[in-house]
């Protein structure tokens, strides 16, 4: 009888060790899963994705909601604690922080310190390192119509639409709306566009835009596009050159609220070779990828971090 009382403490003894194992490892599982966001165009669906597929593959629990909304939908998200992390652009500082030096934007790493320390110290958002690209606003141009007016820039564009060339331009509403992109653009350059040269789409996705111009859609031979497109040359378009710099650099890099970043401080290196390795030339391949051949954000992304060697 002894012998069974001391048999049956053993075991109970045994479960007890193995529950509290077990709720050690499911007090690790209550963390709030992480809610991963991106701009609704198509390098903000890829990067987005690829912060989703990394945190996952390191057993980090994660909210999926890529293509959220438009950057000022994030932004206030973000601040709210709506969100958690997205990738933002550094040349978005200038937007944010309109009565900051507008030379130092047009700097990557200028770019990047600024936007750091103005972010942490407004609203505790940690920027993560950024990729070494450019996904700078810009305006394409159906390249026949290029090719038969000589023009190059945007300086060639402001001459030809003040000799009364006929354009019409396809972009969204924060495009023709902010200060720092197509307006930014007019006045440097010297010329409107008015509301009947416009063609206003919803959403912030220059595959869409772009598609405009090479379908000339309502007329549109202008699209808003970005400087990282992969699926320009393949729609009859080039990007006009902004001669004058007037854009900021917008190098894309995960931004996070500090208090998940002490949660969670793995996410930082984790992400960071990832950006690193993501050059102008690589996102415009794998945005061509999604707007051109037709594939699906996630698979593109999930597909370019194995073959990067970032998941097995």
Known sequence: MKKFNVFIMIICLFVSISLTAGGTQDDSLKKDPIVVASKIDTEGALLGNMIVHILENARIAVDNRTEFGTTDVLRKSIMSGEIDIYPEYTG???????????????????????????????????????????????????????????????????????????????????????????????????????????????????ATTEKAAARETDGVNLAMAYGTDGQLAALGLMVLEDDMMVQPVYAPAPIIREEVLVDNPEVESLLKT????????????????????????????????????FLK
């Not at 001459?159 to 902010?178: D, H, P, T």
């Not at 030339?281 to 945005?287: A, D, F, M």
């Open 92 to 206: 978005n500082g200038a937007f944010f922080y309109s009565g900051s030096d507008s030379a130092v934007w047009k700097d990557l790493e200028a770019g990047y310190e600024t936007i750091k320390k103005l972010d942490y110290d407004a609203g505790k958002i940690v920027w993560l390192r950024p990729a070494p690209a450019n996904n700078t606003w810009a305006i394409a141009i159906r390249q026949d119509l290029a090719d038969a007016q000589g023009l190059e820039s945007l300086s060639d564009l402001a001459s030809y639409v003040n000799g009364g060339g006929s354009v019409k331009l396809a972009g969204s509403e924060e495009f023709v709306s902010r200060p720092d992109s197509l307006p930014a653009f007019e006045a440097a350059y010297g010329f409107h566009l008015e509301k009947s040269q416009l063609l206003i789409l919803s959403g912030g996705n220059t």
């Open 274 to 309: 990832v950006f690193e390795s993501l050059d102008g030339p690589t996102l415009q391949r794998l945005n061509s990828s999604i707007a051109v051949e037709g594939r699906e954000a996630s698979s593109v992304a999930m597909e370019y971090l194995k073959e990067a060697g």
